[in-house]
């Protein structure tokens, strides 16, 4: 079983123990002349397999830890699954902040399985926006590349519902055969100072683009029910006195801006930041393509001034080519939004997320 935003090696503990004690345990209590088991049957299973699913930032960084002081006091000796998120901390954090705490925490997990030698097998929560991991059927090589230490990784509905099937099948295909490797090394004192400042830049903007946000998510088309967890500002959807939608919808909306979510906080880098980053993060300028080409300039004079001048700065920080077809619809968008008229804000916000292969 998977323990959703897992803070602490006790959380999983109390659950093994409960389990052992509480439910299990039970078989073995006396009903007069008979136990529970011989009256019943036996519980099975008689222990359970817990993964931790870890979300926030701190624990991101610190997920060996949480990992390490499970695997001793249950005393596993042949492996564990480790599952990090993608989606809800570039949410919190923005997605480069988040790119490169995943790829701290592998290298530790390894780090880990190397020194405890138990099998470490990571499971990566990916989306099909490049907001959210850019994994995608066409971007399966680039992801395996950029976290060659993950065994398996979650396929979203995007995914497997709004590419050709064909390339779907190719893709689950090269996924089932690939291996994983060692993860990719990189300086952790000095992605930490990176994470910091990148962060800092996202949520002051996103400040910035709340009501944005918040203008256009009640026209976003809904998919599916969630029950929301409660403690992180991508589940409880406030930091402070900010309220925002959860992550697809929260992308969703500014995509359909033809604001990519993915360049926000980006200006902040220097040039030495940038080119660390391009040694350690091989899909840095493949991924900013594929968000920049959704990014709509004609649109960008409804922000804040601070916004479309940073943005600004982002976008001529590669060449890219513009999807015009999604240009068109984001422009008209904007145009019913400031008309007030509503009767199609939905279909087009649809039509350009079908355009980019997703929603959010």
Request: a positive charge; charged letters at 30%; one cysteine or more.
């Amino acid at each position: 079983i998977a323990l959703p935003m897992t803070t602490d090696c006790r959380e999983l503990l109390r659950i093994s123990n409960y389990y052992k004690n509480h439910v299990v345990g039970k078989q073995h209590n006396r009903l007069g002349d008979v136990t529970v088991a011989q009256w019943i049957g036996k519980f099975q299973p008689e222990s359970l397999r817990i993964i931790p699913l870890i979300e926030e930032k701190d624990t991101i960084l610190n997920a060996d830890k949480i990992v390490e002081g499970y695997l001793k006091e249950e005393k596993v000796e042949d492996y564990q699954r480790v599952w990090l998120a993608r989606s809800d901390p570039a949410l919190n954090y923005g997605n480069l902040a988040t790119v490169l705490m995943l790829k701290v925490a592998f290298q530790k997990i390894n780090e880990l399985q190397e020194r405890m030698s138990v099998d470490l097998l990571p499971i990566l929560g990916c989306g099909s926006a490049p907001f959210r991991g850019n994994f995608k059927p066409t971007n399966i090589r680039n992801c395996i590349q950029g976290y060659p230490s993950v065994h398996t990784y979650t396929l979203q509905s995007a995914f497997k519902y709004d590419y050709n099937i064909n390339d779907v099948t190719k893709a689950v295909e090269f996924l089932n055969e690939s291996k994983p490797t060692k993860p990719v090394q990189v300086d952790e004192k000095k992605c930490t100072l990176i994470i910091d400042k990148l962060m800092h830049e996202y949520r002051k903007q996103v400040k910035l683009l709340a009501d944005f946000i918040n203008n256009i998510s009640p026209y976003i088309p809904s998919r599916r029910k969630r029950k929301l967890h409660i403690g992180l500002y991508g589940y409880s959807r406030s930091i402070g006195d900010l309220k925002l939608p959860r992550a697809i919808t929260f992308c969703a909306a500014l995509y359909s801006y033809g604001l990519p979510p993915e360049l926000i906080g980006l200006n902040a880098l220097e040039e030495k930041e940038i080119d660390y980053l391009k040694d350690i993060y091989v899909n840095f300028d493949n991924d900013l393509r594929d968000s920049l080409q959704y990014l709509n300039k004609d649109n960008l004079h409804i922000f804040p001034h601070e916004i479309a001048e940073k943005i600004e700065k982002v976008a001529s920080m590669i060449e890219y080519e513009e999807n015009t077809k999604h240009k068109k619809v984001t422009s008209i968008i904007l145009d019913d939004l400031k008309k007030k008229d509503y009767r199609l804000l939905t279909e087009n916000i649809t039509r350009a997320g079908f355009i980019r292969g997703f929603l959010g």
